[in-house]
């Protein structure tokens, strides 16, 4: 009863209630939670990656998309910039639980924490995260 006070008109204001005694609903809990470390997987099969590279940089942010039919990998999830570029795919070692949690209409996407250029492959670390 502590979180409950008295308003200017007698009545007791609890703790959602603004200014007036007015209901006000808070926002819901929103959080990013850290789930695997990863890599890009494909990269060196992305036409145009070698432009591509120098606009991926450390913290940007990679959208997941799940690509059902693709014909070598049911649970592929295609690893796309934000501006809509595909850089490659979440490997298939690691995809199991991330398509079921996607299928399931969970939100997943990446977060680029290192990239390095190996031989003629460009290595994209990734952070993968649930937003929950």
Do not use: C
């Amino acid at each position: 009863m502590s979180e409950l006070v008295k308003s200017e008109g007698g009545s007791l204001v609890g703790l959602f209630h603004g200014k007036g005694g007015d209901l006000a609903i808070g926002k819901p809990f929103e959080r990013d939670i850290f789930l695997f470390d990863t890599h890009v997987a494909g990269t060196s099969y992305v036409e145009g990656i070698e432009e591509l590279e120098p606009h991926l940089n450390a913290g940007d942010t990679l959208d997941f998309f799940r690509e059902p039919d693709n014909p070598y990998d049911n649970r592929a999830i295609v690893i796309r910039n934000t501006d809509g570029v595909k850089i490659g795919y979440v490997p298939k070692a690691d995809n199991v639980v991330f398509s079921r949690l996607m299928d399931a209409g969970k939100l997943l996407f990446g977060r680029i924490s290192a990239k390095q250029t190996q031989g003629n492959w460009l290595k994209i670390d990734i952070k993968v995260f649930l937003h929950e």
